[in-house]
């Protein structure tokens, strides 16, 4: 049906993005991580963009294209969020774009190294489709009520769901697209940012994913790796 075009459509975008991204050589996903190395062993969310064609909500045409997102879908998050940030919250830091490492006892069983490369030394990588599901998180999560993710430099809130809707709607939207998915509701804006590109930030400089529109509105596809850390105290 259409619904099933449409997401071979936006699976052909995600695959178009590994061969267009053209970036060095990088891993991020350690070989015993990735189901098969040969296919999404590091999935290249979003390859660098020109400034020109990008939307209100910092969304560029090239990748509206890649991911098969209508014109509709493509304006849906032209409101007050994203709240964008400068490509200097990306500058180098003392480690990679973080001052800081990650926190070494992550929760859900995330794999330390795997979060270190994808939120401080990489742009345009992701862990693989799916790897959330691989992890503890759905056997440990709160099923009622609210959960805080946090910062896996920094311990600081960066979401907080599900917000709006219920944890079944959130785990279905998040296993529909291979990655945990947040509304703008649940994006703790102090602590967040997005840059003209798409890319989701934290204002400390660590990776997190990308915003990219549905009908709903404003997306962010975020890597469980990277908001995986324990409160600051």
Known sequence: GTLKKTMLRRSAGLAALVCLSGCTAFTSVTPSLAPNAGSLRSARSVPPVAMAG?????????????FGLSSAEM???????P???????????????????????????????????????????????????????LKEVARDGETTYYDSNTGKPLFIAPRGRTF????????????????????????????????????DGTHLGHNLPDRKGNRYCINLVSVAGKPKK
Not at 75 to 81: F, H, Q
Not at 94 to 101: D, F, K, L, N, Q
Not at 173 to 194: A, I, L, Q, T, Y
């Open 168 to 203: 079944e709607d959130f785990v279905k939207e998040s296993k529909s697209h291979g990655w945990p998915s947040f509304r703008d509701e649940e994006v703790v804006w102090e602590n967040v940012r997005c840059l003209r590109d798409g890319e989701s930030v934290s204002v």
């Open 75 to 81: 304006k849906a998050g032209a409101g007050m969020y």
């Open 83 to 137: 709240i964008v940030g400068d490509e200097s919250i990306m500058s180098k830091k003392a480690h990679g774009t973080s001052e800081v490492p990650v926190q070494t006892d992550l929760r859900w069983g995330c794999d330390v190294e795997t979060a270190d490369r994808i939120c401080n030394f990489n742009r345009h990588y992701a862990e693989y489709a799916g790897y959330w599901e691989t992890t503890n998180f």
């Open 54 to 66: 990008l939307l209100p909500n910092g969304i560029s045409k090239r990748i509206g294209d890649l």
